[in-house]
């Protein structure tokens, strides 16, 4: 009997499994990373949503794998919100870091919301205030761990 690979595992974004091992590839420093919580079920389900529709522009990963260690967040770190790391190291956090990885994966939508957030302080302040009571009450959603 031979070893069998699914096609759909091949063709995924997400790190290939073989034998219980992870093989995942080092993002390229040229690459924007989009660092999530990975011990948070929300944050999870969210972050395969945002891997899916970013094919190869953005690699998204959970801290805890170690991905950020080069931009100084450390395994360990437990994120209070999302955070995107461009290729030329500017950081980006909570509602600005979704809105430009949008704006990234090349979205007309994400875009327009870019813009807004970097224009109009009060979209900005929205933005923000609603990103903090998502991350504030993530334990309610079903299969939340906190």
């Known amino acids: 009997m031979g070893l069998r690979f699914n096609e759909r595992y091949l063709s995924q974004k997400s790190p290939l499994i073989v034998l219980g091992v992870s093989i ?23 972050a395969a ?18 991905s950020g260690i080069r931009h100084g967040i450390s395994a ?33 939508v994400g875009e327009l919301l870019w813009w807004l957030y970097r224009k109009v302080g009060l979209f900005r302040s929205f933005a923000e205030w609603g ?11 079903p299969h939340s761990d906190r």
């Open 24 to 46: 995942q590839k080092e993002p390229s420093p040229h690459q924007a990373l989009l660092l999530y919580d990975g011990e948070c079920t929300f944050c999870c389900c969210s």
């Open 49 to 66: 949503v945002l891997a899916r529709v970013a094919e190869d522009e953005v690699r998204v990963l959970p801290v805890q794998g170690g």
């Open 76 to 108: 360990g770190t437990r994120l209070r919100a999302v955070t995107l790391i461009e290729g030329n190291g500017k950081t980006f956090t909570g509602a600005a870091a979704i809105f430009r990885f949008m704006s990234i994966y090349g979205s007309r």
């Open 131 to 141: 990103y903090r009571l998502i991350a504030q009450v993530r334990h309610v959603f």
